[in-house]
């Protein structure tokens, strides 16, 4: 019986956490730091300045990551010509090791890099994957999401930081 009581327990949580990260306060403006790329190059944040853009954290052994990629890939696809930017940062220990050959088997068609010391904090901390961040052309921050988000959330976002 204990076991059934905990499956449910779980099984609640996670249908209420999507809800509760809707509400997650916004920080500010996208902190300048600096990710590698799949061929160890650095790239700054900054560097992104002027458009809107999507702030994705994931991992490979993350199964709502995985879901969540052909999402992402379509809004790339949607709004790319609204000057929309998706950046995925990997936070896999293993970096490009196991990040080349997940998107072999899992194409994903927005900018990946890879997670450098520190970048999490400068987000406030990531709790938990996926962690998605939204910035405005101006780099302010307009909204953060923990967990898998319906694509009706991610559109409201897109709509608010392209206008």
Known sequence: MKIIETTLLVMLLLLLLPHASCKAPVNSDLPDA???GLDG???RLSDF???PLIVNFWATWCGPC???I???NELQKKY???DLVIIGISTDEEGAEVVKPFMREVPIRYS???ATP???EKFGGIWGLPTTFFFDKSGKQIGKAFGLQPRAFFEEKIQEMIR
């Open 34 to 36: 600096e990710v590698k």
């Open 41 to 43: 190059a650095g790239v």
């Open 118 to 120: 520190g970048i999490e």
């Open 49 to 51: 300045s002027g458009k």
């Open 112 to 114: 990946v890099y890879l």
């Open 70 to 72: 052909p999402m992402l």
């Open 66 to 68: 995985r879901f969540e």
């Open 80 to 82: 790319g010509a609204s």
